[in-house]
């Protein structure tokens, strides 16, 4: 899946986002995304089991140290 969105904000500097999602076997899915303002990266592993999934990701950023996310989720 894709995903793109322009953000306006009339007092600062408008920004732009993309993500995409591509799943490269059953449970495993690689995430990435880029935002214009501030600028940053982000790329990540999500693997889904049954409603659960766990996530893990990376994100830079233009002033701080690499970022690191883990995230557990459910669908019902």
Known sequence: ???TSYSFR???KDSYS???SLAIAKPLIIQSSWQ???ARFGLGL???IGKVNLMYAVRT???LDLTHIVDLGSAW
């Open 1 to 3: 899946s894709f995903a």
């Open 10 to 12: 009339p007092k600062e």
């Open 18 to 20: 993309l993500a995409t």
């Open 36 to 38: 214009s303002e501030p």
């Open 46 to 48: 999500k693997v889904l």
């Open 61 to 63: 950023h233009t002033e």
